[in-house]
């Protein structure tokens, strides 16, 4: 049997090894971002609303059929996307004077709202993020085109599922160890804190403030969007129906 889809449980020398590993600087950082990631994007910390919160709302005022579910998804995006609008203008609008400490404090703030967008896609549509394996495939959903790159790094490349299209939903729907979620997590952060300084290169017109602002709302709002219909084409009912499947035949 492959690396998901196994009833076993995990090996205590492996987990423990994952534990007792010293990290670096760099992969401290990492695991730090990803961790605020999911403590903010997904359940929520004082004023920032959970992803269950947010979906309850949007069940109450959508409903629950298909035809709710799709509104549902239709308006956190368009919010989300707004509010990265708001906050690249924001962080633009002070120029180059303030951007050392805007922007990366907008890339928290920014990778938070695409995090709790995806993990609200992701729920409406059934998918439970609670799970190691949905929080790691929700992460992923974050570099694009970069998660089978991620994956194969990860070792999991070949496994069963966990290329092409559906790949994140198969790693959400099936159990998965602990340290190949901390190693897809790890690098997921890794990636994301290393497109500070290309974000930063992209916004270099933030010399003239105003133009910046202007700039900087233009460039969140489109990446928003990008990763908004990424997760609408991985997360769907269809995909979730076909893994659950696939992983019940594994276990008979």
Known sequence: MGLFGSNK???????????????????????A???????????GIGPVDSVDEVVAKLRRKHGEDGKGVEAAIKE???????????????TGAGG?????????????EFYVLAT????????????????????????????????????RKAGLGTVSGMTGSGRLAAMASNRMPRAAAM??????GFR??????GRALTRFVRYV?????????????????RIADHARSEFTTEALTGAVLEADGHTR
């Open 9 to 31: 449980p995990a090996r205590r020398d492996d987990s423990r090894a994952v534990v007792e590993e010293d990290p670096g600087p760099i992969d401290a950082a990492a695991n």
């Open 33 to 43: 971002f990803v961790g605020k990631l999911l403590d903010l994007g997904i359940d």
């Open 76 to 90: 956190v995006v368009s919010d989300h996307v707004k509010k990265a609008g708001v906050g690249g203008f924001l």
């Open 96 to 108: 180059v004077v303030t951007m050392p400490v805007s922007l990366p404090a907008n890339v928290l």
């Open 116 to 151: 709790r967008m995806v993990a609200s896609i992701a729920t409406l549509r059934g998918y439970d993020v609670t799970t190691k394996g949905a929080r790691s495939a929700v992460l992923l959903s974050l570099v694009g085109a970069d998660a089978d790159d991620l994956l």
């Open 183 to 188: 190693m897809i997590n790890k690098a997921v």
């Open 192 to 197: 994301l804190l290393t497109q500070v300084g």
């Open 209 to 225: 403030p105003v133009a910046g602002g202007i700039v900087g709302a233009g460039l969140d709002g489109l990446l928003m969007k």
